[in-house]
């Protein structure tokens, strides 16, 4: 455990300063940008330890892992976020323990993650997750809406009890305009976010960038980045 802690201390150091020279770089302080740990595929022992190094955000993609994974650490101070693509028969599940959905990309899931939060008395945050890939009006090859139903869908998710709407999301699309141009990807979730803040200021939330382009979603404006290989380690092949 003690060499665990020392690896994960020293992998954490080498992402922190990628951050703030990041920042340096775009003339932004370092409190700007909030550093999300995905800890999927890895024990709550690794949960614990990173929570002792100071974490306060982690994030999972499979509610199969993270609802033992969340009830394990349940003493810890952490926001859980959960990241993937979401099916209405697990949010019932997630809404026990995620502070945040970041994959919020459709109606029908809105409205599940309203009832369920409403029943569970709790108040769960919501980012849109835009698929840069998709046409006018398709999804993305990993889910998320276009940008042109960001508006409507917005609009559902800040009218819905127990939800807020708080920004939005993008992971760096592998086909279409922006493959490969992460940095135009961001620019583009950016120009997005801006135009959702019109009639909803507080959803300010822009939630970009992984372990390979951190740097340039922070260079964007990105307010949160999702890193789990550069801190945990290469991903052990999900059986």
């Known amino acids: 455990m003690t060499d665990r802690r020392t690896e994960l201390a020293a992998n954490l150091a080498k992402v922190e300063e990628r951050i703030a020279a990041a920042c340096a770089a775009a003339g932004r302080k370092r409190e700007e940008v909030t550093l999300i740990v995905v800890t999927k595929t890895y024990p709550a022992s690794d949960v614990r330890i990173l929570s002792g190094l100071g974490v306060r955000h982690v994030a999972e993609n499979r509610d199969q892992d993270a609802a033992p994974k969340a009830a394990e650490c349940a003493d810890l101070p952490l926001n859980w976020h959960f990241v993937g693509q979401l099916q209405t028969n697990k949010v019932r599940s997630v809404v026990g323990y995620a502070d945040l959905v970041q994959s919020v990309d459709r109606s029908k899931l809105v409205e599940a993650l309203s009832r369920e939060a409403v029943r569970a008395g709790r ?4 980012l849109l997750q835009v698929a840069l890939d998709a046409g006018a009006s398709e999804r993305g090859e990993r889910g998320g809406v276009a940008p042109g139903g960001i508006e409507e869908l917005g609009d559902l998710v800040a009218g819905s009890p127990g939800l807020r709407l708080d920004g939005l999301m993008t992971v760096a699309p592998l086909t279409g305009e922006y493959a490969g141009r992460q940095r135009a990807a961001f620019d583009r979730l ?7 803040r019109r009639a909803h200021p507080t959803a300010n939330m822009v939630s970009a960038g992984m372990s390979a382009d951190l740097e340039e979603a922070v260079a964007a404006g990105a307010t949160h980045v999702r890193v789990g290989t550069a801190v945990l380690g290469v991903r052990p092949r999900l059986g």
């Open 190 to 196: 950016m120009d997005l976010s801006t135009d959702l």
């Open 123 to 126: 108040e769960v945050g919501c």
